[in-house]
């Protein structure tokens, strides 16, 4: 295991009866940063969750954390044991207690090294790095659900842990309210100079809140970056296809270049041959013009942007994203270009 990694899983795999949950997994954690497993349901990221925590127990492979092999090879270190915290989509607050107990309850494995005034303090350092400084009284049917999802997470970041585990803690949210805690967590995160792994099938929701970003599918790892690594330069057409928008047209490589329906566009990575070409709406320019290579057909407006669908005269159909205020219509011309180098995939 490398010295600076704090959780590396090696050849990991679980199965339930005949379904491979988790397949050959290998992946490096670092320390004190925020990794985003991704993928569709199913595609084995909370059983990789569950197996870090202790949850379960892998049938082949190795698990090491803070350089001790905590599950593999006759190893098992069982989850009380592994000094981590966790956040699950229901919370899971115990509702007979306050808030102050919730969060003084994940201090009782430290109990013989805290007095009852140090796990109060705790608790209270816990509320305030969570914004809920005057909320250690009430209980939980008196909190909002953002309320709620903050105190489980002071409660899982209380003992310190080596890492803190989330499992969709953002999917009983509404929609503005899941953009407002993903910036407030990741603050919390960083302020607390936390490691954390999340799982999600939101792709917003790992773009913008991952330093790292895991794609998933099939119980397998298919990429791992950076979150604009990924979005812009997928490794592959289908999880080109899963990251959001991607339009995709025939072309032909020739090294550094493509020669397709838009003219001669350059390449992200090198390639030969008969490729398939993948161009985010975002990476594509349109100005009204009557000779324009392309018609307006289809419009939709999400007020800071819009999405239209645009027919070329050879009936290929391209989506392309433009500033919610560019005046165009229904059945409008437009000349279309590219404004980037684009990804190709062998066809």
């Known amino acids: ?53 202790g949850l379960e127990t892998p049938d082949r492979g190795e698990i090491w954390l803070n350089g001790e092999r905590v599950a593999g090879q006759g190893a098992w270190v069982p989850p009380e044991v592994r000094r981590i915290g966790m956040v699950f989509q229901d919370y899971a607050l115990f509702p007979h207690m306050t808030v102050r107990q919730n969060i003084q309850f994940a201090l009782a494995a430290l109990d013989g090294k ?13 509320l305030e790095l969570v914004g809920l400084a005057g909320y250690a009284e009430r209980f939980p049917h008196q909190l ?20 803190v585990l989330l499992d969709e803690p953002f999917s009983n949210l509404d929609a503005a309210l899941r953009r407002t ?26 773009l913008s809140l991952a330093d790292t970003v895991v794609i998933m599918h099939n119980g397998k790892v298919q990429q791992v970056g950076a979150p604009q690594e990924v979005y812009l330069r997928p490794i ?6 899963f990251l959001g928008e991607a339009n995709f047209i025939e072309g032909v490589a020739e090294g550094d270049v493509a020669h397709c329906a838009l003219g001669k566009l350059p390449l992200a990575v090198p390639m030969h041959g008969k490729v398939a070409l993948m161009i985010r709406p975002e990476a594509l320019r349109v100005t009204a013009s009557a000779e324009g290579n392309a018609e307006v057909i289809g419009i ?13 005269p050879d009936l290929t159909e391209l989506d392309v994203r433009t500033w919610g205020n560019a005046e165009l219509a229904l059945g409008e011309r437009v000349m279309v270009s590219v404004r980037s180098s684009v990804m190709a995939y062998a066809n």
């Open 1 to 53: 295991m490398k010295s600076e990694s704090l959780i590396e899983l090696c050849h990991v795999s679980k199965s339930f009866g005949a379904t491979h949950a988790v397949d050959d997994v290998s992946l490096t954690i670092e320390r004190g940063a925020i990794y985003v497993l991704l993928g569709a349901s199913g595609c084995g990221k909370t059983t990789v969750l569950r197996l870090i925590a």
């Open 114 to 126: 805290l007095s009852h005034a140090e796990r109060d303090r705790r608790a209270r350092q816990m």
């Open 144 to 163: 909002s659900g953002g309320e709620q999802q903050r105190v489980a997470l002071a409660r899982a970041l209380a003992p310190n842990p080596s890492v």
């Open 181 to 206: 805690m993903r910036e407030d967590v990741r603050q919390v995160l960083r302020a607390s100079n936390a490691t954390a792994i999340f799982v999600t099938h939101d792709q917003e929701e790992a």
């Open 236 to 241: 592959s057409r289908e999880v080109a296809a």
């Open 300 to 312: 939709r407006f999400f007020g800071h942007d819009q999405l239209l669908r645009l027919r070329f």
